[in-house]
């Protein structure tokens, strides 16, 4: 579960971060790396289910996951590692490596001319989320029951990001040079939608559209998002 998922991270990072790999073609690998794993996990009928998956998972080393305990328990442990994931990340954030980080988001070159290997502190990152995302994966599977190929594709990484912005449109990652909020402008407007209660998912989705193209027309930038 952690093992497995670090260790193909651990490769595929230092193979690109060494060589200053970045931006779109990071994008463009690892996406190609999800094609390769679904096409290996078809291939693979005999050990993986091929295109249905590992359907019908109803024991863990004997133990029924079906009962109302098991459920219960699955729950609290879900709870209690996503609490411990998140304390993980935030102690991570505020100590040195967090600034280190936080610097390279914003200026990486600056951190690598102040003496900084910056390739060490993206592959870190990139291993530690292949970890917490294989986590993820095995109490998912034990939760629903079954494992699908389509989970491991292209589409569940890019569906978001397609819906950014339309055709031929470029996603804002800020509304400014002093615009100081990390994240951009479709995912903030996003975020803070889903907050709202009592809001349906048609009304999340028109409100988004509306006030991304809003926001972005007024610093002179076409971005309607195509949701």
Known sequence: ????????????????????????????????????????????????????????????????????????ILYYLCVALLVGSILLCRWIQTGKAGTLLLAM????????????????????????????????????????????????????????VIYAAGEGQRALDRLGADDAVANGLFTRVFVAEMKRKGATVRDVLFSVREQVATLAERVGHEQVPAV
Not at 34 to 45: E, K, M, N, R
Not at 119 to 131: D, E, K
Request: with cysteine; proline share 2%; charged share 15%.
């Open 1 to 72: 579960i952690l093992v497995v998922p670090a260790a193909l991270a651990f490769a595929i990072s230092y193979a690109m971060f060494k060589r200053r790999v970045g931006g779109v073609y990071f994008a463009i690998i690892t996406q190609a790396v999800a094609l390769i794993l679904t096409v290996l996990i078809i291939g693979q009928q005999g050990y993986t289910g091929g295109v249905n998956g590992m359907t019908d998972l109803k024991t863990v080393l004997g133990w029924d996951t079906r009962t109302d305990s098991a459920k219960y």
């Open 105 to 160: 988001r914003d200026k990486e070159d600056r951190v690598r001319f102040s003496g900084y290997d910056v390739a060490n502190f993206r592959i870190f990152v990139f291993c530690l989320a292949a970890a917490l995302s294989g986590i993820g994966g095995a109490l998912f599977t034990l939760q629903v029951g079954f494992m699908s190929p389509s989970f491991v594709g292209i589409v569940p990484s890019i569906e978001m």
